[in-house]
């Protein structure tokens, strides 16, 4: 159980026991922060330690990180993972085409080798956890850093390395060693993890059922799209993680996650395990504002328009709906997430709770007796002060002026025009080597018209909303703007990898200098380097800063918090139910395939619905997969505390079987990020039994079902 402070305290805070379902918690504290009890008590009907043992089989051995950001859940004996539609979704993309569109189209094996591998996707377990605060401090000591420096990955890693060096991990394929600041950088912990490189595409359901509503539905309630992806870890004959080879065999995997088809009711106990990415629960109410303004709406500004823009193209052309699917879900789902934030720490009255918050924090500070708690809230506001407006611009310009996708890597630009101003045959050779390749990256496939609408829409933003009109020199006279534009993507050199190849084959370094997309990034760096000073002090100093006042409110809550979301291995409990976002408005807690027939929308691409799936809802069709009055269970919603990272996670009831899969938060309650609310806090999880329903019934992979534990 959370430790209990002063009463007063508690008050003061409209803080109490009955709040327990806060938190990310990390297991490896679960002693210390007497998260046991706490479990118990929600509803945990196996014992705590499977839930997290690095010794003995636990639920640790079934998740992972999925790709980069994301969490996906074994859930066979054979490697087979869960994780949802939206992680998949830009590797899926990447393997497409208009002839085998998988992203739109779907894609279902029917037997293990069409088991399709997918490039670049690497599964991660945690192996262990180690604490290394210790360590940390006395290298930064000795280094003679600033707090700055000592929880950036540039100092840790190699830290990591050598510590790597002296495990007995260290002869293990596939071993990745991270030390990761917790409590804002007052400790630091290590882990030890296995990446694995071969995974394979076994299922991914069609858009129009994965994506039902797409952005229009994104953090939205009622929920009816089945978020879920199917994919396969696959390792070398020793269960070793191996580049992919047709030789390589599913990996054997001692622990799964068993899936209940009992399902769901009101109140059931949930938990969730994942990699929640970023929260930051412990900032001032400054700090709170400048995340709001200065960097959520500068942004929100030029992405609605921007969303606005590919969202019409996307719906009268197929063939630019696919190429900028991707694109469009992730900068949709950024927009919508900055949006929701705004507008919720406004409907909740975040800033006067920080207030507070911060009023109990003096009286505690005077009581400490530790003279650096006593005026740390104001150092922090005086910080926040002089880089607000810098900020904001920053954001601003790199969300508008800085966005056109015709672009080439500027660092190996930069080192191809250094290599000719210095005459050097071999490492012109080089670095024409470098930009070609990154050239192919970055820009080969630019639509260039499309390019410069977007570009046109977008720089009047910049003219309009900033404020301190340091603007880079092509922006300063309005009317030669669109000229700038037009002369840039009509005569650059970087217009086409043939212009491009054909100015390298006999390259004058002074025509170069010249082009117009040179000169435009180098007017670009010159405006962005004006911010740079400001920029970097904030940095620097908000990490001192803020680690002196998350350790003073660590200790005035007698650390009883959750550190932080940053991207590790964490458990969040929780119960099924609904919620009332206002007056008079009242959300179930569940949903069922008749609700998409009621959002179809024929004249709206965003809500047609797929007709297979159709067929089978006139039929009433749904096996064993259907609730007990013969409808079909889509998606419910639990108070988990979760966020970006945590997409993918298993849901599991009080004995650790998976009913679920989480795949997003409410709009109402987006301001959690920075502080969590019980009232609003939801989790959208797709149920399981449609998972399964879509696998089975509907996709045809029925051979994987085989190998799951699928309980009654």
Known sequence: MKKIFSFCLAFVLGLTAAHADEGMWLLKLMERQHLADSLRKAGLQMPAEQLYDEASPSLRECIGQFGGGCTGEVVSPDGLILTNNHCGFSYVHAMSTMDHNYLQDGYFARNRAEELPVPNLTFTFVLRIVDVTAEVGAAAQKAGVDEYTAQSQSFLAPLAAELLKKSDLKKQKGIVARIVPYFGGNEFYLFYEQQFSDVRLVANPPQNIAQFGFNQDNWMWPRHNADFAMFRIYADKNGQPAAYSDKNVPLKCRKFLPISLKGVENADYTMIMGFPGRTSRYLTASEVHLRTQSQNFPINLA??????????????DSVANLKLADDYMSLGNMVKNFGGMNESVKRTGLMNIKRTEEKAFREFAARSGKAEYLNIIDRIDSLVAAVEDTLHDYFLLQYTVGQQGFYVQTEALHNYLKALK??????????????????????????????????????PYWQKYNRLGLAPSFLRDASGVKAHYENMYANSVFRSRATLEAALANPDLESLMAD?????????HTAFALYTPAMQTYTRKRSELDKIYTRGLCEMYDWSKAPDANFTLRMTYGHVGGYSPRDAVEYGWQTVLDGMLEKENPRDPDYVMNEELRKFWLEGNFGRYALPNGKLPVCFLSNNDITGGNSGSPVMNARGELIGIAFDGNIESLSSDLRFNPALQRCINVDIRYVLFLLDMFGGSSYVLDEMDIRE
């Open 516 to 524: 117009p997309l040179v000169t435009h990034f180098n007017d670009l």
């Open 422 to 459: 210095d005459g050097k045959q071999k490492d012109i050779d080089n670095a024409k080597t470098t930009l070609l390749k990154w050239y192919d990256m970055a820009a080969g496939n630019v639509d260039l018209d499309y390019d410069f609408q977007q570009m046109m829409l977008l720089y």
């Open 303 to 316: 992405g609605e328009a921007q969303l606005d823009f590919m969202k019409a193209l996307m719906d009268r």
